[in-house]
């Protein structure tokens, strides 16, 4: 026996284990219905657990139907455009190239994330959004890690070291000579700007 309250007067009724139908509650005559599964109920439990995709040669595979690939492929998405203008940035200016890989590195670890939890899955309805997330993403990181790798050669390999010669005069390292009083003033007046070194 299963004991449940009216939802009309709250009094106590008992009915079979198996009862499914549409009863009357014998304290108020109050129809109500018992065992019958409501179709919105249903459609939204089995969206709850996911929704079955049969893919040829596999088994039934569940693509749940939260929205969690496409969050994290938006996240990815947007970070990785951040870092495309930050790297336009870090081409003139190498600090501000380093301070973009802020926002690089979460960007490829989270378009990977993103890929893997759909690579398994042929014809993923957001696969075209996480595909993007990956290409941009990388892309990105290209554009930050090479001028940064273009600043470190330019630095030690084409940068002379020059020295203070005779009678106030620099020496750039490179056959220049520059008064001594332009060392250091924020300027380059070597060409190989070895005077502000």
Not at 29 to 40: A, I, N, R, S, T
Not at 89 to 108: D, Q, R, S
Request: include cysteine; glycine fraction near 10%; aromatic fraction near 10%.
């Amino acid at each position: 026996m299963v004991e449940l309250l009216c939802p009309h007067c709250e009094e106590e009724i008992e009915l079979d284990d198996d009862a499914v139908g549409e009863f009357a509650c014998p304290h108020c005559d109050g129809e109500f219905e018992w065992g019958v599964e409501d179709e919105l109920n249903s459609f939204m439990d089995e969206v709850d657990d996911g929704i079955i995709v049969n893919q040829p040669g596999q088994q039934y595979v569940p693509i749940q139907a939260n929205a969690e690939t496409n969050t994290i492929a938006i996240v990815a998405i947007v970070f990785a455009g951040l870092a495309l203008m930050g790297a336009l940035g870090g081409a003139w200016v190498p600090l501000f190239g380093l301070c973009n890989l802020l926002f690089v590195i979460p960007a490829v670890i989270l378009a990977f994330m993103s890929r893997s939890q759909i690579q398994h899955i042929e014809g993923h309805k957001d696969a075209g959004m996480v595909k993007a997330g990956w290409i941009i993403s990388l892309v990105s990181l290209v554009l930050t890690v090479l001028p940064q790798i273009f600043w470190l050669v330019y630095l030690f390999v084409f940068v002379g070291t020059g020295d203070i010669v005779a009678d106030g005069w620099f020496d750039c390292g490179n056959g220049e000579s520059v008064p001594e009083m332009f060392v250091n003033d924020g300027e380059w007046d070597c060409s190989n700007g070895a005077d502000e070194n």
